[in-house]
Every structure is written in C-alpha cells, then in structure tokens.
C-alpha cells in the first residue's frame, strides 16, 4: 500500500522530528505568552493601576497590608505588571489580557474630548462576560492647575471654576459623565520627590522668588489613602470630581527660609544658599510683611480641599513638608 503513495509522503521519523525541530521557536515564545496572559485575563482583581509610577510606590504596599488584590501595567511589562500602552486605535487585544476590576485607576494623563471614552469603552468591550451588572468605577488621577484661572476666588474648592477649555480638564470632565471619579491633585512629594530640592529651579533669582506665593501639597501615602477610601466606597466617589490637599497652605517664602536654614547647617560658605536667605529678607522689607506665613490675602490663592476628607471619614497623615 505504501508503495501506492507518491514519493512526497514518504516521510522517515527523523525527518518529521527534524521538521518539528525547525519550528519558529519565536512563535512558540509568543504562543506561550498569550497562552498566559489569556490565562491571567480570567482572573478578577479589586483594583487594576493602569500605569505604575510613583504612585504605586505607596499604593502597592497599603494594598498588600490592606490585602486588596490588584494589578499593574507599564508600558514596557516589567517587574510583573501587564504591558499596555494607551492609543485611541481601536487595539482591544491589551486591554483583552487585563483582568478584570472592580476599580480602574488611570494614573496617565487622559487628553481632550474621545480619550476617556475609549478607554473605558474599550476595556468594558473586551470585559463583557464581568460587568453585566456590576460596572468598574474608573478613577482618573488629575492636577489642581486647572483651577488656576484669572480672577480665581481666595478659597478654591472642588466647586470653584476651572479651566474648562484645559485638555486634560476636558477628558476629566467626559469620565465623570460616565459615572467616573477625577482627584485632581496638588503638588505631590515624598520618596524621590523631595521640595528641598526644588528651591534652586523655581527661586534662582531675587525677582523669580518674588513672584512665589502659596504652594499647596499632598503626600503619597496620602494620595494612596484617598485612592483606596475611593474604591472602598464608591457609592460616595461616583460622577464626582474632589480636590486633594494636605489640608495646609505653605508659603514658599517661608518654606525657602526653613529649607535653606536646614541646608546651610554644616556648610558654612555656601554663597547660593545664603543668598536664597537675603532675598526672603528683603522681599519682607520690601512688602511689608512682619512675619511669615504671609496672610492668605496677601498669598492670593488658597485651597480648600476639607469636603474630600470629611466625605470619606479620612484626615491626612502627611501634612508638613
């Protein structure tokens, strides 16, 4: 019978597993990698971080002692997160390997009108079989910058007027529309973000300092906080946008004095640093100002951010830079 069969098939085990043998191994690779990943997309998590920075250095480690299963992404996949990196090409494949949440932390910045939209449409598409009745809060982590306006009132709230035409304001404003919570929030520091560094770059001249007035922070542990209180009631969270603060107003003037005294300690001849110190000398002098703090009048912008943590029964831990 074999001899009915054309030479072509006449194939020798050696030769079948040499044939096996040359397999792009590469496919393999990628085939093994999907295989997981669909594996890992089945999976449920309380809270999905998309994008791992800074924040997750705090939000991670209050996670895990809270123990509220999370994931991550970076946009390279590293250190066990999810590769994704957001475009608005219709590429539901990265948002497919994501396992599902009950909270989808945006911590990129979302731009203009569309974005917002397809990224919470894209992940819910590829998410179907989970959220028939329970739906993901999104939250979108956001500056305070917007409410930075001519003619702005003394005490800003999460109520007070923002730059609406802000893009990034724009995409904010389409999340909460969809049911989605925005914190916009102030200067952050701790870990690598330390203001004592930043004295040189936004006061290296007499007449840049002159022009500092309030500064408003927040820390990360903070923001971790703010950020798992959310998710933990989101009945609360839901379509609303809040300012986050450390519920302090500094003025830079006085936060220059302190720094540069904590820096000039042991160095004795250091001419910028004591140079930093004159001017906030003069600049007193030269405006009247007795002592510092400045009032809140004379600092001309103040945030009031209480609402937030009143609303979630929370006062931050972090305050005094």
Same mark, same amino acid.
């Given at each position: 019978?074999?001899?009915?069969?054309?030479?072509?098939? =006449?194939?020798?085990?050696?030769?079948? !597993?040499?044939?096996?043998?040359?397999?792009?191994?590469?496919?393999?690779?990628?085939?093994?990698?999907?295989?997981? /990943?669909?594996?890992?997309?089945?999976?449920?998590?309380? !809270?999905?971080? @998309? *994008? +791992?920075?800074?924040?997750? %250095?705090? @939000? $991670?480690?209050?996670?895990?002692?809270? /123990?509220?299963?999370?994931?991550?992404?970076?946009?390279?996949?590293?250190?066990?997160?999810?590769?994704?990196?957001?475009?608005?090409?219709?590429?539901?494949?990265?948002?497919?390997?994501?396992?599902?949440?009950?909270?989808?932390?945006? %911590?990129?910045? !979302?731009?203009?009108?569309?974005?917002?939209?397809?990224?919470?449409?894209?992940?819910?598409? %590829?998410?179907?079989?989970?959220?028939? =009745?329970?739906?993901?809060?999104?939250?979108? @982590? *956001?500056?305070?910058?917007?409410?930075?306006?001519?003619? /702005?009132?003394?005490?800003?709230?999460?109520?007070?007027?923002?730059?609406?035409?802000?893009?990034?304001?724009?995409?904010?404003?389409?999340?909460?529309?969809?049911?989605?919570?925005?914190?916009?929030?102030?200067?952050?520091?701790?870990?690598?973000?330390?203001?004592?560094?930043?004295?040189?770059?936004?006061?290296?001249?007499?007449?840049?300092?002159?022009?500092?007035?309030?500064?408003?922070?927040?820390?990360?542990?903070?923001? +971790?906080? +703010?950020?798992?209180?959310?998710?933990?009631?989101? =009945?609360?969270?839901?379509?609303?946008?809040? #300012?986050?603060?450390?519920? #302090?107003?500094?003025?830079?003037?006085?936060?220059?004095?302190?720094?540069?005294?904590?820096?000039?300690?042991?160095?004795?001849?250091?001419?910028?640093?004591?140079?930093?110190?004159?001017?906030?000398?003069?600049? #007193?002098?030269? =405006? *009247? $100002?007795?002592?510092?703090?400045?009032?809140?009048?004379?600092?001309?912008?103040?945030?009031?951010?209480?609402?937030?943590?009143?609303?979630?029964? @929370?006062?931050?831990?972090?305050?005094?830079?």
């Amino acid at each position: 019978m074999s001899d009915c069969l054309p030479s072509s098939f =006449n194939v020798s085990h050696n030769s079948t !597993l040499q044939i096996l043998l040359r397999l792009d191994i590469k496919s393999v690779e990628i085939m093994t990698e999907v295989i997981t /990943q669909i594996s890992s997309a089945s999976d449920t998590v309380d !809270l999905l971080i @998309l *994008g +791992a920075g800074w924040t997750s %250095t705090f @939000l $991670v480690p209050i996670l895990k002692e809270k /123990q509220v299963s999370y994931a991550a992404t970076t946009t390279t996949g590293r250190d066990g997160t999810y590769k994704f990196k957001f475009d608005q090409r219709d590429n539901l494949d990265q948002y497919a390997i994501l396992p599902f949440a009950r909270t989808v932390l945006i %911590t990129f910045p !979302l731009v203009g009108t569309g974005q917002s939209d397809h990224l919470r449409k894209s992940y819910l598409r %590829t998410h179907e079989e989970h959220n028939t =009745n329970n739906s993901p809060l999104f939250i979108q @982590l *956001g500056s305070t910058g917007i409410f930075q306006i001519p003619h /702005q009132e003394l005490w800003v709230t999460r109520h007070s007027k923002y730059d609406t035409s802000d893009k990034r304001a724009v995409a904010e404003d389409e999340l909460l529309a969809s049911g989605g919570c925005v914190l916009n929030l102030s200067g952050l520091w701790g870990g690598t973000r330390d203001p004592r560094h930043w004295i040189d770059r936004i006061a290296p001249t007499k007449d840049k300092l002159a022009e500092k007035s309030s500064l408003h922070m927040v820390h990360g542990v903070d923001v +971790a906080r +703010a950020i798992l209180n959310v998710h933990l009631q989101p =009945n609360i969270a839901s379509g609303q946008r809040y #300012m986050l603060t450390d519920l #302090m107003v500094y003025d830079w003037w006085e936060l220059i004095l302190g720094f540069a005294g904590e820096k000039i300690e042991g160095r004795s001849g250091d001419s910028r640093i004591e140079k930093q110190i004159k001017w906030v000398g003069e600049l #007193m002098i030269d =405006n *009247g $100002v007795r002592a510092l703090p400045r009032s809140k009048e004379d600092l001309g912008r103040a945030y009031d951010s209480r609402e937030f943590w009143n609303s979630f029964g @929370l006062m931050p831990m972090r305050s005094r830079v």
